[in-house]
């Protein structure tokens, strides 16, 4: 059931500008732009245009649900799953987030720009939130992490080709 789901979710994309699933992807909690640049390069988008649709992509929902979040776990706390979920997602962001804890902006920007799992902008946006990091050091933080996640993932992305490419 999930692979049909999943190969017409693809097949719909497919059917759309290669621009926008670019900026879909970043926007997307589980991709952002850590698979939205590999997507536009792949599919022969000059880079500059990958590169501002990824960073644009990633922060349009981000710095919205900074100020959404507590209303919108407050909603999800309503019903049973719904608090299930919420009590383990934030129990996870708490434990990844020593980082931000200690360092605060700075430990943003390093928390969201290097590529791991569960690192990104949504991640680090959450962080944000429950452990009171003041705006303007959130907004800095989280374009600055944007930043240097997509400069880490072009390099990998042109280090990958390049490598494939001398093969």
């Known amino acids: 059931m999930k692979e049909v789901l999943l190969k017409d979710i693809i097949s719909r994309l497919n ?20 698979g939205a640049i590999p997507y536009g390069v792949c599919n022969k988008i000059p880079y ?26 407050n909603f999800f706390n309503r019903f049973k799953t719904g608090k299930r979920f919420s009590r383990w997602l ?3 962001t708490l434990q990844k987030s020593k980082l931000i804890e200690v360092y605060e ?16 902008a949504w991640t680090g946006t959450l962080a944000s939130v429950l452990l009171k990091l003041r705006f ?8 600055g992490g944007v930043f240097l996640a997509a400069g880490i993932v072009s390099v990998l992305v042109f280090l990958t080709r390049l490598t494939f490419s001398l093969t």
């Open 136 to 143: 303007r050091y959130y907004l800095i933080g989280v374009i």
């Open 90 to 92: 934030i129990t996870y």
């Open 105 to 120: 902006m700075i430990g943003l920007i390093i928390f969201i720009g290097i590529p791991l799992p569960i690192t990104g």
């Open 48 to 73: 500059l245009k990958v590169l501002l649709l990824s960073v644009v992509g990633n922060l349009l929902p981000v710095i919205p649900l900074y100020f959404l979040l507590d209303s919108i776990m």
């Open 15 to 34: 059917m759309l500008p290669k621009e926008l699933v670019t900026l879909i992807l970043a926007m997307l909690p589980i991709s952002e732009l850590r």
